[in-house]
C-alpha cells in the first residue's frame, strides 16, 4: 500500500538509506518532509515501510524525484516503480513541465523504461579536510541574494530549499557578496558540500576551503558535473577523488530549463538536484 510519508516514517526511512550505504541523515527526512509534505510515499506491507520516494518541486518548471529506496527483502517486485509512477501521477496533476532525477546503474533501465532520458552524468568526489588557516571574515547570511544567486546559475527558483537548509544547519554557509555562495551539512558518512555557485574557480574554491576548514568533519562529499571542467579541477585541488558517478536523466529533454551551468560547483544532493 502506498502512502503519505510521516514523521513518524522517519526511523523506517533511516533503515531504508542504511541498506543502501547512502548518507542522508534524519534531519534531512525532515526537511523533504518540510518542503513537499504531499510529495513523500512510502509502501506499507503489514504495517511496515519497506519502500520509498520524494518529490520536490521548483514551481512549475522542475521537480526533483529522490530518495527511491527499496527494502532489500523487497526488491525487484516492483515497488520502486511503483512509487516513482505514483509520484509522476501526482506531478502531472500539479502542471510540473520537467521532471529530473540522478540514476544509479541499477535504477538506470527502471526510469528509462518510464520515458526518462539520459541529460548527462554527476559525480561524487570526495576527501578529508584540507589543512590551512581560515581567513575569511563570515557575512550576514541573506537569503535574497543566495537565492537570486542560485537561481541564476541553476535556472529555477530554489528559494525553499535553501531557506530550509540554512535554517536547519545554522552557520554551515560560506558566502561572497555577488559572486557566490556554499551550503553544507553533516551527513551519517560525510559532510556534504553543496550546493555551490560562484562566478568563477577561484571564487568557488575560496568558498568551499572556507566551509571545510570551518566544519566539524573529517571527511567529505561533493557532487559535481564532469562537463564542467572548472569545478572538477577545483575539487582536485582541494585533494579531492572521484568516488562514483551517477546518470542525470530528464522525463521531457525538449523542456529545458535556462541557467548557467559554468556557474555549478557544487549539486545541492542526489535528492534536490
Not at 46 to 61: H, K, L, N, P
Not at 126 to 143: D, I, N, Q, S, W
Not at 253 to 272: D, H, I, L, N, Q
Request: hydrophobic share 40%.
Amino acid at each position: 500500500m502506498i502512502r503519505r510519508m510521516q514523521a513518524a516514517d522517519i526511523p523506517a526511512g533511516m533503515v531504508l538509506k542504511e541498506a543502501a550505504g547512502w548518507n542522508q541523515t534524519e534531519q534531512d527526512w525532515a526537511n523533504l518532509l518540510a518542503l513537499e509534505p504531499e510529495g513523500c510515499w512510502v509502501e506499507e506491507h503489514q504495517g511496515e515501510v519497506v519502500a520509498s520516494t520524494t518529490a520536490v518541486c521548483y514551481g512549475r518548471e522542475l521537480a526533483w524525484i529522490g530518495m527511491v529506496l527499496v527494502r532489500p527483502d523487497f526488491r525487484r517486485r516492483g515497488l520502486g516503480r511503483g512509487l516513482v509512477e505514483h509520484g509522476l501521477a501526482w506531478l502531472e496533476q500539479r502542471g510540473v513541465r520537467q521532471v529530473k532525477l540522478d540514476a544509479t546503474e541499477n535504477g538506470l533501465p527502471l526510469y528509462e523504461k518510464l520515458g526518462f532520458h539520459q541529460e548527462g552524468t554527476i559525480e561524487r568526489w570526495g576527501g578529508a579536510k584540507p589543512r590551512g588557516m581560515c581567513v575569511y571574515g563570515v557575512h550576514e547570511l541573506e537569503l535574497g541574494s543566495i537565492a537570486a544567486l542560485d537561481r541564476e546559475a541553476v535556472g529555477v527558483d530554489r528559494s525553499r530549499l535553501l531557506e530550509k537548509l540554512i535554517k536547519a544547519f545554522p552557520g554551515q554557509c560560506a558566502w561572497e557578496p555577488k559572486e557566490g555562495f556554499v551550503l553544507g551539512r553533516p551527513g551519517s558518512e560525510a559532510y556534504f558540500l553543496g550546493p555551490c555557485s560562484a562566478s568563477d574557480a577561484e571564487t568557488a574554491g575560496f568558498l568551499i576551503l572556507q566551509l571545510t576548514l570551518r566544519a566539524a568533519a573529517k571527511v567529505f562529499y561533493w557532487d559535481l558535473f564532469p562537463d564542467q571542467p572548472a569545478a572538477a579541477e577545483t575539487a582536485r585541488q582541494l585533494g579531492f577523488e572521484r568516488r562514483r558517478g551517477l546518470i542525470r536523466m530528464a522525463l521531457r529533454p525538449e523542456t529545458s530549463v535556462s541557467g548557467r551551468p559554468e556557474r555549478v560547483f557544487a549539486a545541492a544532493g542526489f535528492e534536490y538536484g
